[in-house]
């Protein structure tokens, strides 16, 4: 999915920062919208899903690209 309404880089971070950088940034966003979250530390690849799930988004997409993780979070209502 390369469609998304926003995008936050959370590069050189580690957890939990890339979870709580995301969490402020979806909170300014409209229901359904995507928000594409780029991260370096490999912790995100299980703690993104988790945090998606347990706050009810949902995590349209994930894939790496090169070095990074880059997931598709859509905002739940």
């Given amino acids: ?3 998304h309404n926003d995008e936050l880089d959370c590069s050189g971070m580690n ?3 890339p979870i709580l950088k995301t969490k402020m940034k979806i909170d300014t966003m ?8 780029i ?9 993104m899903p988790a945090w ?3 706050v009810g988004h949902e ?3 994930s894939c790496e690209e090169g ?3 880059v997931f598709y ?5």
């Fill in 1 to 3: 999915m390369k469609e």
């Fill in 15 to 17: 957890c939990p920062m």
């Fill in 30 to 37: 409209k229901d359904g919208e995507v928000l594409r979250v």
């Fill in 39 to 47: 991260a370096t530390d490999p912790g995100a690849c299980s703690d």
């Fill in 52 to 54: 998606a799930s347990r």
């Fill in 59 to 61: 995590l349209v997409e």
């Fill in 67 to 69: 070095d990074k993780f």
């Fill in 73 to 77: 979070i859509r905002k739940g209502e």
